[in-house]
């Protein structure tokens, strides 16, 4: 057999191998493309800049987010606090300041991002950084909480007596009520005692004139009846008189929320000069509550723990390296 027919051979033994699948070895599957990052591990952006509103001077001053945020830190809770829960506020803060940009440009009315004005947004104090805020902030950088992708509401307070609020019950929300704010029990056991149990007297003028303020007209307080209360206890509607009904969360703010420190109520008594209300907790209640954050880092949670704790069904999100 010449090499012409030999080689004519070869090559019909490999047709043939081809067509019958022969072939022993075993065939390369294709490459399958790499599923995308999960979207709730994505970094999206780099470190924004922000326009803020500083009250005190009037001036509009451009800053990194995480230099305002070591502001708003300093501002909002005690600095000598563990650094874990430093770090739960800084998600926090965070959280809120980027909800508030994404969702309404931040404060419109000023023109900028954020402000330094406590009633228009955070409460903001550089003065106060120290070493804990700074490596709170850092080690949080970028991260926000988010529900369903997008962040939520990053509302706190002092202290939730115990047991945190809805937002219906805490704040008179009036839109649906969020799916991840829920009534859950909070440790605050290392809250001041006037913050744990308090008794607070109005009299009957400044009940009338809070009153007024809510567009509730009376002459006098005979009787003020504790008639609705939400998830957590929290009294909602209050009647004043057997006739005139009042909100729970406005009548707080319109009486003075530093006074009437919460709705958690256990009594509201009316004298012949005066209206004394007996309660518990300090603030609205919703969210995370700041004494009970204190306590959850003293006991080893992280802050990314502290925060899924009091907001349900969500998840910390890095926005920037």
């Known amino acids: 057999m010449n090499r012409k027919s030999i080689g004519y051979l070869v090559l019909l033994v490999f047709l043939c191998m081809a067509l019958l699948g022969c072939n022993n070895q075993p065939q390369k599957k294709p490459e399958m493309p790499q599923a995308p990052l999960d979207q709730k591990q994505a970094v999206r952006q780099n470190e924004p800049e922000i326009t803020v509103f500083m009250h005190e001077t009037g001036e509009k001053k451009t800053m990194k987010m995480e230099e305002y945020l070591a502001g708003v830190v300093a501002g909002e809770m005690k600095t000598e606090w563990p650094v874990e829960a430093l770090a739960a506020q800084a998600i926090i803060a965070r959280t809120f300041t980027v909800e508030a940009i994404e969702t309404k440009g931040g404060v419109p009315e000023r023109g900028t991002q ?22 709170a902030v850092e080690m949080t950088r970028g991260m926000i909480i988010t529900y369903q992708g997008k962040p939520i509401k990053g509302w706190f307070h002092a202290s939730a007596g115990g047991i945190t609020a809805t937002a219906k019950e805490g704040l008179n929300y009036r839109d649906a009520e969020p799916a991840y704010i829920q009534s859950v029990q909070s440790p605050d056991d290392l809250a001041p005692e006037d913050v744990k149990n308090w008794t607070v007297a109005f009299s009957k003028e400044d009940v009338i004139s809070a009153m007024a303020k809510m567009g509730k007209k009376v002459n006098d307080i005979s009787s003020v009846e504790i008639t609705q209360k939400g998830p957590s206890g929290r009294a909602t509607v209050l ?3 057997k ?29 012949e000069e ?37 907001f349900k069904g969500v998840q910390v999100e890095k926005r920037w390296n």
């Not at 406005?250 to 109520?265: F, H």
């Open 274 to 310: 005066s209206v004394t209300f007996v309660g518990k907790g300090y603030g609205h209640g919703v969210g995370m509550s700041q004494w009970g954050a204190n306590r959850m880092a003293k006991d080893g949670k992280k802050p990314e723990e502290i925060v899924t704790y009091y």
């Open 243 to 271: 006739e005139v009904e009042v909100s729970g969360p406005e009548l707080r703010v319109a009486l003075d929320s530093t006074k009437l420190k919460s709705m958690l109520l256990d009594k509201v008594m009316v004298s």
């Open 114 to 135: 954020a402000s330094t004005d406590i009633k228009e947004f955070q409460a903001y104090n550089a003065k106060a950084v120290n070493d804990n805020v700074k490596k």
């Open 239 to 241: 009647m004043i008189n």
